[in-house]
Structure formats: structure tokens, C-alpha cells
């Protein structure tokens, strides 16, 4: 079945590096990717997102790119801060009339050292 | 506005009993979504409603049971459970299938089974 990878599953940044997180997924008719973010114990919330008709979208110190050939999208975080650290969730997903087929990625655990 | 809520926040069964996770939100929002969360797998869709009325099986939905209640309210049931079946609940909710928006999230069940 269709499926999302995520790479790495952990990473630790000094805070004011950047960090690079990767997911490639299966299903060729995915059209939109939001990736989320959650803190611990809390719930995930959207953090940036991108459709399959852009390349990259920048929102501040936050960065998505798309390569819909190589099914490949990444979020890159710069100069990160404490308070970046949380678990990063990819998804893919195929928008349709009745439902939004959402795929999700295990997670990044993300922390950065003050 | 309160956004998507769940009841109860924590709950412990024994093997056998049933139970109900209760999910509300005021955003007038027409699709609902119902997801568990296991260490190291993401987010897993269980049962979905896109709109009142409707529902449908997700990913994992096996032991698990739906109700749409109006459109406000989805519920999520589970009849006699498993070991299997602890894990953190997640409630979300988004305008309408294919309209490139966010799901919300509710703040989670944290669901034991002994």
C-alpha cells in the first residue's frame, strides 16, 4: 500500500544551525503536503504546507521543497531555536471530491541544544 | 471558539470492556477524522466521515466502531478492548475533502488497555 518514509527519525541541532528533514512517498496521485508539528503531549498543528504545482514555499525561518519527479519533499528549519524542538510530522495526500486521503510519516524527533 | 474537543483526556480499561471517546468541534467543519498514534508510526486514520451523515473506514479500523452524530460530533467506540489497542486518540476535523486546508486537531485521548 501507499506509504511516506521519514529521514531521520531523530536529530540534534546546536541552536542557531539549520535542520533538514526529508520524506519520499508512494502514491503518485499525492497533491498536497502540510507538514506538522508537535510538542510533547500536545497536539499536532499545521505548520507549513505546499502543493504539488510549487517547488518550495518559504514562511519565515521555515522552508518546504517539492520534487514531485523524484516523489521526494523536505523541510528545512534555519537558525532553530529551543523552542523548534518537537516531533515533525510529514504527510501526502491525495485530495478527493469525498475524502482527503491523508498518509503520514512516523515522525522526526527534532531537539536543538541551547 | 473551543476548536475540536475530546473526552476524556486519559482512560484505563481492562481487557473486554468497552468504550466510548467522544469528539466535538465548532468550526462548522463537514469532515471528521479519527487517528491513533503509536511510538515510531505516525499518525494511522481508523475511520473518517467526510460530511453528516457519512462514514468510512480508514487504514486501521478493525475493533473500532463510528457514529456522526450531527455535524458537530463524531464518536469512536471501541466494543471489547485489546492490549492491541493502546494508544494515543486523535480527534481532527477539516472544512470540506479537497479544499487544501488543515486538519485540526483535538488535545488526544491517552488510552490504556491492561
Known amino acids: 500500500g501507499e506509504n511516506v518514509e521519514q529521514h531521520p527519525s531523530t536529530l540534534s541541532v546546536q541552536e542557531g544551525d539549520s535542520a533538514v528533514i526529508k520524506c519520499t512517498y508512494s502514491d503518485s496521485a499525492s497533491n498536497y503536503f502540510p507538514w506538522y508539528k508537535q510538542e510533547l503531549g500536545k497536539r499536532p498543528q499545521l505548520i507549513i504546507d505546499?502543493?504539488?504545482?510549487?517547488g518550495e514555499k518559504k514562511d519565515q525561518r521555515i522552508a518546504v521543497t517539492l520534487n514531485k519527479t523524484a516523489k521526494h519533499f523536505s523541510l528545512h528549519i534555519t537558525e532553530t531555536q529551543p523552542e523548534d524542538s518537537a516531533v515533525y510530522f510529514c504527510?501526502?495526500?491525495?485530495?478527493?471530491?469525498?475524502?482527503?486521503?491523508?498518509?503520514f510519516g512516523p515522525g522526526t524527533s527534532l531537539s536543538v541544544i541551547p | 471558539n473551543a476548536g475540536v474537543t475530546q473526552t476524556p483526556k486519559f482512560q484505563v480499561l481492562k481487557t473486554g470492556q468497552s468504550m466510548t471517546l467522544q469528539c466535538a468541534q465548532d468550526m462548522n467543519h463537514n469532515s471528521m477524522y479519527w487517528y491513533r498514534q503509536d511510538p515510531g508510526m505516525g499518525l494511522r486514520l481508523i475511520y473518517y466521515?467526510?460530511?453528516?451523515?457519512?462514514?468510512d473506514k480508514g487504514e486501521v479500523p478493525n475493533g473500532y466502531n463510528v457514529s456522526r452524530l450531527n455535524k458537530r460530533e463524531f464518536s469512536l467506540r471501541l466494543e471489547s478492548a485489546a492490549p492491541s489497542q493502546t494508544s494515543v486518540y486523535f480527534c481532527?476535523?477539516?472544512?470540506?475533502?479537497?479544499?487544501?486546508?488543515?486538519?485540526?486537531f483535538g488535545p488526544g485521548t491517552r488510552l490504556t488497555v491492561t
Open positions: 505546499i502543493r504539488s504545482n510549487v
Open positions: 481532527a476535523s477539516t472544512t470540506s475533502p479537497g479544499t487544501y486546508y488543515e486538519q485540526y
Open positions: 504527510a501526502a495526500t491525495e485530495m478527493k471530491t469525498s475524502y482527503d486521503k491523508v498518509i
Open positions: 466521515s467526510a460530511s453528516e451523515g457519512t462514514t
